[in-house]
């Protein structure tokens, strides 16, 4: 019987109403900023390929492909002037990131977490004019395009969620997403009004510049990764009290 009850004490140590761990979505995380920044890495890894799925029971959708109704895109960098128009333009890959590290700053109230992804793949439609090399460039038609070995790293700003009644909860305030690609390409069907010949040769040049001119998506596609994590992120931090993170 007394081994028993050793049981549980220790037991109660880990889990119980001790103050050093935190339920984290089921995960018992360490309260110390790093074991805590550890331990959230691993939850989130669990989370977020069960995102692609959606969570019904806690109101998050599917959430793969993302969809981004609409962008338009002006380039003019030397001998590139080009406005673009992208229309529903579903982004595959998102739910395959891995986090691979996070950083709990409770002081500053922030946790940034860095993450890698394999692949992005995009596709939708698209309509463009304007020139490259003085010569006059056209398209409407459907487009592709794959970005790979994306490293990018996400700024959590928290906050405090006053309760009545009851411990403040976490709220996060900003999210910030920033990433760098490492491969790019992409390929713009019925160029030039279906002419083929100008339509492969405009494609061929685009690919070999893509790198350069793939900046100019970044933005959009940053907007429309953090459309993706907010939820996740505000679901993962509104089960902890304030208290769990914040020093007091
Ligand atoms: C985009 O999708 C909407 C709804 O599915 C459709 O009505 C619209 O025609 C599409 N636009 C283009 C340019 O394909
Ligand atoms: C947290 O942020 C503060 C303020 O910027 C900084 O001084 C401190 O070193 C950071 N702590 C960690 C663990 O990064
Ligand atoms: C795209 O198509 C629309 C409607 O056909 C047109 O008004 C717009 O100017 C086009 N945009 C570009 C960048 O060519
Ligand atoms: C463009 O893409 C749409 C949606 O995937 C598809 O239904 C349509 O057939 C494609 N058009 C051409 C010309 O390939």
């Avoid at 953090?226 to 993962?236: E, Q, S, T, V």
Wanted: hydrophobic share 40%; charged share 20%.
């Amino acid at each position: 019987m007394w081994k028993f009850m050793c049981l549980l004490a220790v037991l109660n140590t880990c889990y119980g109403g001790d103050e050093s761990y935190i339920n984290f979505g089921g995960f018992m995380c360490p309260r110390e900023e790093e074991a805590l920044s550890e331990c959230l890495k691993d939850a989130l890894n669990v989370y977020i390929p069960e995102l692609a799925t959606g969570l019904p029971k806690y109101g998050i959708p599917p959430c793969e492909p993302l969809m981004i109704p609409t962008l338009t895109i002006q380039q003019s960098a030397g001998p590139i002037s080009i406005s673009s128009t992208y229309t529903n333009v579903s982004v595959k890959g998102p739910a395959s990131m891995k986090i691979t590290n996070v950083e709990v700053n409770s002081s500053k109230h922030e946790v940034i977490a860095k993450l890698f992804i394999p692949e992005l793949r995009m596709k939708g439609h698209y309509n463009l004019s304007g020139k490259l090399l003085l010569l006059p460039v056209e398209g409407d038609g459907n487009f592709s395009a794959k970005y790979g070995d994306i490293h990018a790293v996400l700024t959590i700003a928290l906050g405090r969620l006053h309760r009545e009644n009851g411990v403040d909860a976490i709220a996060c305030e900003k999210l910030d997403v920033k990433f760098d690609v490492g491969s790019a390409s992409i390929n713009l069907a019925n160029l030039f009004d279906g002419d083929n010949e100008l339509g492969n040769t405009m494609n061929a040049f685009l690919n070999e510049n893509w790198q350069k001119l793939a900046k100019e998506f970044q933005e959009p596609m940053e907007e429309a990764l953090r459309d993706f994590l907010k939820p996740l992120a505000d679901h993962a931090f509104g089960t902890l009290n304030a208290n769990d993170i914040f020093l007091r």
